[in-house]
Structures are given as structure tokens and as C-alpha cells.
T-cell receptor, first 115, second 111 residues
Framework: NAGVTQTPKFRVLKTGQSMTLLCAQD?????MYWYRQDPGMGLRLIHY???????AKGEVPDGYNVSRLKKQNFLLGLESAAPSQTSVYFC??????????????FGEGSRLTVL | DAKTTQPPSMDCAEGRAANLPCNHS???????VYWYRQIHSQGPQYIIH???NNETNEMASLIITEDRKSSTLILPHATLRDTAVYYC????????????FGQGTRLTINP
């Protein structure tokens, strides 16, 4: 059981380049999230999704776009990367429905450096 | 979602109980208290959650005050591996929108 898988785990970009981070979960979870974590800081919510085909903005959405075309995948895109987007990105998911604990399941993180 | 307030850092001796406080004075009736921890640069890990009763599992105990405005996470016999950042968040059990993490408490277990 893979849980939440993020790809790639490491990436170096030049300013202005674009890229997409993929989050995949195999637990049939409804809700998925993208967070970023800067050195010495807590996690900040970028975007989230409460189901296939839905997305919503979090605390720090500017400069990012997301898509949830399939229930198991949540993509985070950077159209024109900036040095301020250098960070570690975490994806998380959680199920809806009865009997859940409300636990968030996190991926291992994707470390992005923008030069 | 209710905001939480935690001390930025704490120290505890190995083998002793670590008590981590969290203030959530604006918590509403349908919001649960959740605790997570993040070891080094790994993804956060769920520890425990509760509504108004005290809870215990194999990892920790959660004590919630009667007015629900604050809580304490207790690690009964802290080990070096418990050194981590601990996050307290509150969220409604129904729905899962905008789960917001604060700065957390950096707990250091000393030998």
C-alpha cells in the first residue's frame, strides 16, 4: 500500500520555468491538499480539493495552479517559477464519510529550488 | 477554522513526561482538536484527536479542558525519537476544508 506518493522528490528550476508536481493517493480519499514549508516555518496551505473536479484556494495560492481531474491525483503547477517559491511541498489526503478518524496522510515531500 | 497558540519551543529530559500545551480559545462546538508531529523534514504524522473527553492511544494522551479552550498533549515517557515539531490544529469533523497549521512547538528531548 503506497499511501500518498509525490513526484518528483527533488527539482531545480530556473526563474521563469514551469513545472508540475504530482500527488497520487491509492486510498480512495476525497480530500487532498497541497502545503508548502519554508525553512524553520510551519506548513502553509496552498490549494485544496474536496473531490474530483473541485479545487479551492488556501492561505498562499498566488503563483500556483492546481487540478483534480482524477480522484486519486492532485497536481500542483508553477507556470513561471520564482525564487520565492523555493520550498518543500507536501501533499496530504484524508477520507470523508463515516468511521473516519479525520487523519491527514502526508507524502514525503518534494524539495523545489528555484535559481 | 479556530486559531491555535502554542509555545515555539520546549525541552524535556529523556524518560520524563512531555506536556505540550495548546490554546484554542475560539474553538466552536463542532471542532475537534488534532495533534500532529513532524520529525526532521518528513511529512507530518498524525498523533491523536479528541472532542471534549480525554483520549489516549499508544503514542500519547490528550487532555482537553472542560471549557475546551485549551488542551495538552502528553508523551508519557519521552525518548530521543520524540524530538520533533508538534502541531495542534482544530477542525470540524464534518468536512475538511482549509486545514490550517500554525507554527507548532519544537520539542527537544535531551539525554
Amino acid at each position: 500500500n503506497a499511501g500518498v506518493t509525490q513526484t518528483p522528490k527533488f527539482r531545480v528550476l530556473k526563474t521563469g520555468q514551469s513545472m508540475t508536481l504530482l500527488c497520487a493517493q491509492d486510498m480512495n480519499h476525497e480530500y487532498m491538499y497541497w502545503y508548502r514549508q519554508d525553512p524553520g516555518m510551519g506548513l502553509r496551505l496552498i490549494h485544496y480539493s474536496v473531490g474530483e473536479g473541485t479545487t479551492a484556494k488556501g492561505e498562499v495560492p498566488d503563483g500556483y495552479n492546481v487540478s483534480r481531474l482524477k480522484k486519486q491525483n492532485f497536481l500542483l503547477g508553477l507556470e513561471s517559477a520564482a525564487p520565492s517559491q523555493t520550498s518543500v511541498y507536501f501533499c496530504a489526503s484524508t477520507p470523508s464519510g463515516l468511521g473516519r478518524t479525520g487523519e491527514l496522510f502526508f507524502g514525503e515531500g518534494s524539495r523545489l529550488t528555484v535559481l | 477554522d479556530a486559531k491555535t497558540t502554542q509555545p515555539p519551543s520546549m525541552d524535556c529530559a529523556e524518560g520524563r513526561a512531555a506536556n505540550l500545551p495548546c490554546n484554542h480559545s475560539t474553538i466552536s462546538g463542532n471542532e475537534y482538536v488534532y495533534w500532529y508531529r513532524q520529525i526532521h523534514s518528513q511529512g507530518p504524522q498524525y498523533i491523536i484527536h479528541g472532542l471534549k473527553n480525554n483520549e489516549t492511544n499508544e503514542m500519547a494522551s490528550l487532555i482537553i479542558t472542560e471549557d475546551r479552550k485549551s488542551s495538552t498533549l502528553i508523551l508519557p515517557h519521552a525518548t530521543l525519537r520524540d524530538t520533533a515539531v508538534y502541531y495542534c490544529i482544530v477542525r470540524p469533523f464534518q468536512g475538511a476544508q482549509k486545514l490550517v497549521f500554525g507554527q507548532g512547538t519544537r520539542l527537544t528531548i535531551n539525554p
